[in-house]
C-alpha cells in the first residue's frame, strides 16, 4: 500500500492541511452522495412520497453515524495526544477501545429499532401514508448501522495513522457501488424504496469492511490492541470510553442536531405545506449531509495536526492551523451558498418532475436555505477546534446553540412572523447566531 508522507510536528502547516484535507473532502463527498444518490433515484423511481419516507427514517442513520463520528473524533484526539507523547501502546489501546465501544451501542440501536419498528416511525413523525414505505426502508437499512459506525470511527484514525488516501477510498468505493446497486434494485428490480435501502446497505458493509481490513493487517503505528480481562483493565476502558464521549460528544449532537432538524422540518412544513412541503423540504435534507461534509471535512483535517501539536505544546502551529482551516471554511462556504442559489432549478429537477407541487416549493425555498452554508462550515470548524483542545464543555455548548437551542424556536417562530418563507429561514438563522456567539467569545477570550 503506497503511503502518504506526513509530520503532524515539523511540515509546513499549509502543505500539511491540503495533504489532508483533498483526500477528506473527496471521501466526505462521496459519503454524501449515497444519501443524494438516494434521493435522487428513490424520487424519480417512487415519487414524492418515496422521498418523504425515506427523510423520515434518515435521522436514524445520522445518529448511528454521530456515534462513529463521536468515537472516532475522541479516540483520535486522545490518541494524537498520546503519540505526540511517544507512547504507541496507549495509543493502540485507546483505538480498540473506540472501536468496541461504538460495536456495542450499534448492536443496541439495531436491536431497539427492530424490535419495536412501528413505535419508532411514530417517534420520526412518520404519517400513515407513508408508513409503508418507510417501514420498508427502516427494517432494511437498520441492519447496516454498525458497519456505518466502523466505518466512521475507523476513517478519523486511519487519517491519523499516515493514510488519507485510504480514507478517502473507505468511502469512496462504497459510494460508487451505492449508486450502481440504487438503479439497478429501483429502475430494473422495481424494488422501490426497499432497494434503496439495501443497496445503501450493501455499500455500507463494505466500507466498514474496509475500514477493519486495514488496520488488521496494513496500519503502520495504530494497530488493535488486545485488551485484559482483568477488573482493573475493565475500569480502565470504562474510564477511557467516557472521556473519548466526552471529547467527541459534539460531534455526535451534530448529528443529533441535523436529526432534530429534520424532526422539526418535517414537522412544520407538514403542518403549514402538507406532504408536498415535506417532499420540498427532504431536497434540503437530502442536500445538508453534502453541506455538512465540507465543513466536516475541514474540521476532520485540522484536528490530528491540532491534537498533536497541542499535546506537543507547540502553540503557534496550533494557532496557524486554526487559520488555515477558517480560510477554508469562508472558502468552501461562500461556494456551496453560491452554487445552491445558481443551481437550485437543476437540483430540484434531479429529484422531482416539475408537474408536481413540491417542485415549486423547493425552487423557492432552496436559495434561502443555501446561506446556512457559509456560517455552518465557519461553526463546525470552530467546534472542531475547542475539540481538538480537549475543550468539551465549549465545543459541545456551541453545538446544543446551533442545533437546538437557537434551531428549535426559530423553526416555531419565523413562520409565524414572516410566513412559508421562514421554514427555509430557520435553519439560517440559528446558524448566524451560533456565528456571532462563537466569534464574539473567540476575539473577547481565545484570540491571544
Known amino acids: 500500500m503506497k503511503r ?38 428513490v424520487g424519480r423511481g417512487v415519487g414524492a412520497g418515496g422521498i418523504a419516507s425515506v427523510n423520515i427514517v434518515a435521522p436514524t442513520y445520522m445518529i448511528a453515524s454521530g456515534i462513529g463520528l463521536m468515537f472516532g473524533i475522541g479516540a483520535s484526539v486522545v490518541a494524537s495526544i498520546k503519540l505526540s507523547e511517544g507512547n504507541v501502546k496507549a495509543a493502540n489501546i485507546i483505538l480498540t477501545q473506540g472501536f468496541i465501544a461504538s460495536t456495542v451501542l450499534a448492536l443496541l440501536m439495531t436491536a431497539t429499532i427492530l424490535l419495536a419498528p412501528h413505535r419508532t416511525l411514530t417517534t420520526l413523525g412518520c404519517s400513515d401514508e407513508l408508513r409503508s414505505n418507510a417501514m420498508d426502508y427502516m427494517v432494511f437499512i437498520s441492519p447496516a448501522l454498525i458497519f456505518v459506525m466502523i466505518q466512521c470511527i475507523g476513517m478519523m484514525l486511519i487519517r491519523l495513522d499516515g493514510s488519507p488516501k485510504y480514507a478517502m477510498m ?23 424504496v426497499k432497494g434503496a435501502a439495501v443497496a445503501t446497505s450493501i455499500s455500507c458493509v463494505i466500507g466498514g469492511l474496509m475500514a477493519l481490513v486495514y488496520f488488521l493487517g496494513f496500519s503502520t503505528t495504530l494497530k488493535f490492541y488486545r485488551l485484559k480481562l482483568s477488573v482493573k483493565s475493565l475500569k480502565l476502558t470504562l474510564r477511557n470510553t467516557g472521556y473519548m464521549v466526552k471529547i467527541g460528544f459534539a460531534t455526535f449532537l451534530t448529528e443529533i442536531a441535523m436529526s432534530v432538524m429534520m424532526i422539526t422540518g418535517n414537522y412544520m412544513f407538514m403542518l403549514r405545506l402538507g406532504e408536498q412541503g415535506v417532499a420540498a423540504y427532504s431536497i434540503a435534507c437530502y442536500l445538508f449531509p453534502v453541506v455538512f461534509s465540507i465543513a466536516n471535512a475541514i474540521a476532520q483535517s485540522a484536528q490530528p495536526i491540532i491534537s498533536y501539536n497541542y499535546g506537543a505544546r507547540s502553540h503557534r502551529r496550533v494557532s496557524h492551523t486554526l487559520k488555515v482551516a477558517l480560510l477554508t471554511a469562508l472558502i468552501c462556504g461562500t461556494a456551496v451558498s453560491t452554487g445552491i442559489a445558481l443551481g437550485r432549478t437543476a437540483i430540484v429537477s434531479a429529484f422531482l418532475t416539475p408537474d408536481v407541487p413540491a417542485f415549486a416549493i423547493a425552487t423557492r425555498g432552496l436559495p434561502l436555505f443555501g ?7 465557519m461553526n463546525i470548524t470552530f467546534i472542531g477546534y475547542y475539540q481538538s483542545l480537549e475543550k468539551a464543555v465549549r465545543s459541545t455548548v456551541y453545538t446544543l446553540l446551533r442545533g437546538i437551542i437557537f434551531l428549535v424556536p426559530s423553526f416555531l417562530i419565523l413562520p409565524s412572523i414572516i410566513g412559508d418563507a421562514g421554514l427555509w429561514l430557520a435553519i439560517p438563522a440559528a446558524e448566524i447566531l451560533t456565528s456571532i456567539v462563537i466569534v464574539g467569545l473567540f476575539l473577547l477570550k481565545d484570540r491571544r
Open 170 to 192: 473507505c468511502q469512496a468505493v462504497p459510494a460508487a457501488i451505492n449508486i450502481i446497486l440504487d438503479y439497478v434494485m429501483i429502475f430494473p428490480m422495481n424494488m422501490g
Open 4 to 41: 502518504d508522507s506526513l509530520d503532524f510536528a515539523t511540515m509546513k502547516i499549509g502543505p500539511l492541511f491540503r495533504a489532508l484535507f483533498f483526500p477528506t473532502l473527496v471521501g466526505m463527498i462521496f459519503t454524501s452522495l449515497i444519501t443524494v444518490i438516494d434521493g435522487i433515484f
Open 371 to 377: 446561506i446556512c452554508s457559509l456560517f455552518f462550515a
